[in-house]
């Protein structure tokens, strides 16, 4: 790594790049302590639901007119990406129907699950 890319920065360069360095240490630190205390596939899922959390501040950073950050544009094929993922989510998530209640195959859940997205 070249450090010689870091002599030219301004003291809010400064100030930004070590904001960013102790924000990856809480959240991975975060991370850490969700882990000894939930279950690793409950964390997982909420892990799987930061790109969607990324393009919601990236698209009301847009509205804001924040200058200085580059808009993210999403077409269609990235759509259909974060319903995917928002589907899986609601699947992990959603308790499963006592087998004696309910004779809803998990094909009609899909299928129930993605006409609520829409």
């Given at each position: 790594?070249?450090?010689?890319q870091f002599e030219g920065l301004s003291i809010i360069q400064w100030i930004l790049l070590?904001?960013?360095?102790i924000n990856t240490l809480i959240a991975y630190g975060s991370l850490a302590a969700a882990l000894k205390y939930?279950?690793?596939n409950k964390v997982s899922i909420i892990i799987t639901l930061n790109p969607i959390i990324t393009?919601?501040?990236m698209f009301v950073l847009d509205l804001l007119n924040v200058a200085w950050i580059d808009p993210e544009n999403i077409n269609f094929y990235g759509f259909i990406g974060a319903l995917a993922v928002l589907a899986g989510v609601?699947?992990?998530?959603?308790?499963?129907?006592?087998?004696?209640k309910s004779h809803k195959s998990s094909m009609f859940i899909f299928v129930e699950t993605w006409a609520f997205l829409l």
């Open positions: 790594m070249n450090f010689s070590i904001f960013l360095g939930i279950e690793a393009f919601v501040a609601i699947l992990a998530v959603r308790k499963p129907a006592s087998k004696k």
